[in-house]
């Protein structure tokens, strides 16, 4: 039997709701309104996707949303400067820094000086340390966006076998901690990455399989353990192939592309109780989780004051 396709999109909108209520509370009561703000070094279009994307799901929850484009040019200090004036401005409640950046900027000191209170991408150390002690507060989108997925099937995690493919800081490292969060509750996690030996003999293993590596048909079907459960947070974009295997064109001659994960979504479906498509599983719940740290985040500034 097929397994159960776990809908990122009908989660996210739950979520949403929830968001937009508590926003309109934090308005109506406390006469607070979360602003994220955004930073844009430089020229990219991969990031006017993404900002145009917060920008919409800001205005449908309520929540306020500033974009500052900075010059190509701009130096790491100018930049950390730009950052310090923001952390101290009551008004900005949530900051988060576009990516990539400039050569000339190292990403990892600017996301370190974004004061944690308003680190809503849950990248600077301290809220890292909060997720390794167990409590995390702000916390990495889309290793929570894995999280409420794998919690939405209802299925308990204690003692679980859980194959995490992928160790970045982002995806595969936070999610690995979530899964030890608790002291009693936790799962038994497993993390493979690019210098694991024989990647199937673990995925095989897994009662839940977490995979976060950006590699199309990385995981196949036999691969798979009878009735995982399957989260993949992979994004890859390959071309549609017909029949023959050959590139379908679009009418201008270019390959047609399509969004695709890390798995091989219609033979692991054969295999798994629950399953995340690719796209509308991980991908709609991660902007979310990105509001709802905005929400978090103002919040968490009002309790401070
Ligand atoms: P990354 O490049 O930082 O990390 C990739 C990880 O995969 C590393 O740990 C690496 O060791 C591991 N890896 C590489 N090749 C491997 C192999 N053959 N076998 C086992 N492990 C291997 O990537 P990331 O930022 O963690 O993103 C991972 C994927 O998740 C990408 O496809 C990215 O687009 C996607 N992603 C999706 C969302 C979303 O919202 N859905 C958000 C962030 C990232």
Redesign the pocket.
């Known amino acids: 039997m097929a397994g159960k396709i776990i809908d990122g999109k009908s989660l996210a909108a739950k979520f949403k709701e929830d968001i937009k209520r508590e926003v309109g509370q934090l308005k109506e009561k406390h006469k607070v309104t979360p602003l994220l703000t955004a930073i844009q070094v430089g020229e990219n279009p991969a990031s006017r996707v993404y900002i145009k994307n917060q920008k919409k799901s800001c205005e449908e929850m309520g929540i306020d949303y500033q974009l500052h484009e900075l010059p190509e040019a701009t130096s790491e200090e100018e930049l950390l400067q730009f950052v310090e004036k923001l952390n101290t401005d009551d008004k900005v409640t949530g900051i988060i820094l576009q990516m990539p950046l400039p050569q000339q900027i190292n990403g990892r000191r600017v996301q370190m000086a974004i004061t944690p209170m308003k680190d809503v991408e849950g990248m600077n150390p301290s809220n890292m340390g909060m997720l390794v002690y167990g409590s995390p507060r702000l916390a990495p989108?889309?290793a929570l966006?894995a999280m409420e997925l794998l919690n939405s099937t209802g299925v308990d995690i204690k003692g679980k076998e859980v194959t995490v493919?992928?160790?970045?800081?982002?995806?595969?490292k936070p999610i690995t901690l979530f899964l030890l969060s608790s002291i009693l509750e936790s799962a038994t996690p497993t993390v493979?990455?690019?210098?694991?030996r024989d990647?199937a003999s673990h995925t095989r293993n897994a009662e839940i399989l977490i995979?976060?590596?950006?590699?199309a048909g990385?995981i196949k079907g036999d691969m798979i353990k009878q009735g995982a459960i399957v989260i993949d947070?992979?994004?890859?974009r390959v071309p549609v192939l017909d029949e023959k295997g050959k590139p379908v064109l679009s009418n201008e001659g270019k390959p047609k592309m399509k969004t695709v994960?890390?798995v091989v979504f219609e033979e692991a479906v054969e295999k798994a109780s629950y399953i995340t498509p690719?796209p509308g599983?991980?991908?709609?719940?991660?902007?979310v989780m990105l509001l709802r740290n905005t929400l978090t985040a103002c919040k968490w500034q009002r309790e401070k004051k």
């Open positions: 989108c889309t966006a493919v992928g160790h970045s800081e982002i995806v595969g493979c990455h690019i210098a694991t990647l995979v976060a590596v950006g590699k990385l947070v992979g994004i890859n994960g890390d690719v599983g991980v991908g709609p719940l991660t902007v």
